[in-house]
């Protein structure tokens, strides 16, 4: 059984800034330096003119994590989150999610839209997180699912401070 996950996040800026800094190489890049000291890593990434497949890799101290979680990791944990984003075209451009684990049986995927709205413009993202563990998947899945969002709101934080920094 998998957990469905939803969000659309609002930003003040035009479609144009945001998709520029979401395929941005350079964006990508310093959101690793930044979280360098908490051990994130760059995959993989290739840019295109207005496109981009990015990856970011994390390691994670299981030793921090719930006790119900930290029992069933078997060796280390890490995570690949992957981010991949088309071109822009009449207002909106077409992305897709994915985050894989090792140590634990934990799957994210899902699509975002990036489309131009009043004043701005939205990224709307739907997916599912799917943990293959018999009886405390589901539990794991809400877990997952609020760090997933977690981790997707705190990306509109990070696109507005490049806009700001890079107008």
Same mark, same amino acid.
């Given at each position: 059984?998998?957990?469905?996950?939803?969000?659309?996040?609002?930003?003040?800026?035009?479609?144009?800034?945001?998709?520029?800094?979401?395929?941005?190489?350079?964006?990508?890049?310093?959101?690793?330096?930044?979280?360098?000291?908490?051990?994130?890593?760059?995959?993989?990434?290739?840019?295109?003119?207005?496109?981009?497949?990015?990856?970011?890799?994390?390691?994670?101290?299981?030793?921090?994590?719930?006790?119900?979680?930290?029992?069933?990791?078997?060796?280390?944990?890490?995570?690949?989150?992957?981010? &991949?984003? %088309?071109?822009?075209?009449?207002?909106?451009? *077409? /992305?897709?999610? =994915?985050?894989?684990? #090792? +140590?634990?049986?934990?799957? &994210?995927? %899902?699509?975002?839209?990036?489309?131009?709205? *009043? /004043?701005?413009? =939205?990224?709307?993202? #739907? +997916?599912?997180?799917?943990?293959?563990?018999?009886?405390?998947?589901?539990?794991?899945?809400?877990?997952?699912?609020?760090?997933?969002?977690?981790?997707?709101?705190?990306?509109?934080?990070?696109?507005?401070?490049?806009?700001?920094?890079?107008?």
């Amino acid at each position: 059984m998998s957990r469905k996950i939803e969000l659309t996040t609002t930003y003040s800026l035009p479609v144009e800034a945001v998709h520029r800094t979401l395929t941005d190489e350079n964006f990508w890049l310093r959101r690793v330096e930044k979280g360098a000291e908490y051990g994130l890593t760059l995959d993989h990434l290739t840019a295109g003119e207005g496109t981009i497949d990015v990856g970011l890799a994390q390691s994670f101290d299981k030793d921090k994590m719930p006790s119900m979680i930290g029992k069933i990791i078997k060796g280390d944990l890490s995570i690949v989150r992957g981010e &991949v984003w %088309g071109p822009l075209a009449d207002g909106r451009a *077409d /992305g897709s999610f =994915t985050a894989v684990t #090792t +140590g634990m049986p934990v799957t &994210v995927n %899902g699509t975002a839209v990036l489309a131009e709205s *009043d /004043g701005g413009c =939205t990224v709307t993202v #739907t +997916g599912e997180v799917d943990v293959d563990i018999k009886l405390i998947g589901g539990t794991i899945e809400g877990m997952v699912a609020e760090q997933i969002l977690g981790i997707l709101g705190r990306d509109q934080e990070v696109v507005e401070e490049w806009v700001a920094a890079n107008a």
